[in-house]
């Protein structure tokens, strides 16, 4: 039976007809020698893909229920249509179609069968944000169920993350998938936990969500990036305030680098103030300085920002190099070319100017024997963190002990340890008064209070909310 003319009807959703055509026994109702899909697949599969209709969706559940009672498989699986291997209940998951998912998951249909690439129905509605259907889905699966891994390497919470494009509907089938039980470590086949694949698409309100959430945020991936690496660095505040250790990964060197470069202030203040180290690193970041090293403080100088700069001297933040740097010709014959608006393009002649006077203020300045050995201390406990790992080190990316951990271990007094990872009041000046900052020896630091700036709640989202 080639089922022609029940097909017809189950695509016009033309119940009535499809009535007659059961009540007549013409029919292969599983599809039998068919050259359609099964009459089940069909009421599914035959309409558009992302038509929602409470209406069109009342009429296909009207028209399963028909089939069902004349015996058609729950289980049947489409031979035709895409995706191939799937189940009625999968594919009205994918389509949206709750009243279809309710009703064949109440009449018995099997939630663990997976189509060809192994997608559950969650996964699809996942995919496809289905909001209903995934709340649905959810109270009705296992937790070993949400967390089924398909021919990917995907998961529920993987797909969602990944989907989302920080909508409102992709967020809240997140969070009910999380709330299911699902495994916020799982890792795709790059590699990915929900966390960073989030955080490289830039969906900050998916990742706070998956913070909030428990995700770690000290994971370190098999390359060695770490959600911290891969961040737009306009987020790193909000990301740190759940760091344990950010000093876990060598891939992080350049954090404190990258964020002067980017000048992001609020995210610079917030590294210093969680224990980053000053390191440095490789000086081809500037050849045209022809420098062994690069520090932050020498990338706040020859990137021409004097703010940064006075940040990181009031802070002590700098390295064994950056103290004998005041007399190195090559920085001071950069920021000279500057001054004389010789520099090269986006560099501001009177930034230049001011750099200049930072670099005399080092020059002239007479540390105390306390802060050189501060910064002789924090030099060698950061230098297997700056070193470049070698290629067959076990776990070459991972740093242990840590920078952080270093430091705790040391047996000197807590005040002391806080002055190593600049758990001062100098490190809690505000990012937008840096400007103000008085190089001179001075208790009088005032903190922020909420600005919203320093904490990064000012940064405009860019996911589409709607």
């Known amino acids: 039976m080639r089922n022609s003319k029940l097909i017809k009807a189950i695509r016009k959703l033309d119940t009535e007809t499809v009535k007659l055509v059961l009540a007549s026994g013409k029919f292969a109702i599983n599809g039998e020698n068919s050259r359609h899909d099964p009459p089940l697949i069909e009421s599914i599969a035959s309409t558009h893909l992302g038509d929602d209709d409470e209406a069109a969706d009342s009429k296909r559940c009207e028209i399963l229920k028909l089939l069902v009672r004349y015996g058609a498989d729950l289980n049947v699986l489409n031979v035709r249509s895409w995706p191939l291997g799937a189940t009625a209940v999968v594919l009205a998951a994918e389509r949206g179609y709750l009243k279809c998912v309710q009703f064949l998951t109440e009449a018995g249909a099997d939630l663990r069968i997976v189509c060809g690439r192994g997608n559950t129905a969650l996964l699809v509605a996942a995919r496809e944000s289905r909001t209903a259907c995934v709340e649905y889905l959810t109270r009705h699966m296992s937790p070993s169920l949400v967390n089924h891994v398909n021919a990917r390497g995907d998961t529920a919470l993987l797909v969602a993350a990944s989907n989302s494009h920080g909508k409102k509907a992709g967020i809240a089938c997140l969070q009910h998938i999380i709330n299911a039980g699902a495994d916020l470590e799982v890792r795709d086949n790059a590699g990915n936990t929900a966390l960073t694949i989030a955080l490289k698409q830039k969906y900050s309100a998916v990742a706070t969500l998956l ?22 660095i306009s987020y790193v505040p909000k990301l740190l305030r759940h760091v344990v250790d950010p000093t876990t990964s060598r891939r992080d060197q350049w954090c404190v680098h990258r964020a002067v470069l980017e000048r992001q202030n609020n995210a610079v203040r917030a ?87 930072n670099l005399d203020f080092l020059a002239r300045k007479l540390f105390s024997l306390q802060d050189l050995c501060l910064v002789t201390i924090s030099s060698t406990l950061s230098e297997p963190f700056a070193h ?43 990012c937008g008064r840096w400007g103000d900052i008085d190089l001179e020896p001075t208790e009088n630091f005032s903190g922020c209070y909420g600005c919203g700036k320093c904490a990064g709640e000012d940064q405009s989202e860019q996911e589409d909310k709607n």
């Open 211 to 232: 913070v909030e959430k428990g995700a770690l945020v000290n994971t370190v991936l098999d390359d060695g990036k770490t959600p911290l690496t891969v961040a737009d």
């Open 388 to 430: 470049e790992p070698t290629q067959g080190e076990h776990d070459r990316w991972v740093c242990r002990p840590t920078f952080l951990e270093r430091v705790q271990r040391l047996g000197i007094p807590q005040v002391l340890k806080d002055a190593l990872l600049h758990k001062t009041p100098a490190s809690d000046v505000c």
């Open 271 to 357: 590294l210093v103030r969680y224990g980053f180290p000053a390191l440095d690193l490789d000086g081809k970041l500037f050849p045209q300085l022809n420098l062994s090293f690069a520090s932050p403080l020498v990338v706040a100088l020859v990137s021409g920002e004097p703010d940064i700069a006075k940040y990181f001297i009031t802070n002590r933040f700098f390295t064994l190099n950056d103290i004998k740097m005041c007399w190195k010709q090559e920085i001071r014959e950069s920021l000279l070319f500057a001054s004389n608006g010789e520099a090269r393009i986006g560099f501001e002649i009177n930034t230049a100017s001011h750099n200049l006077k």
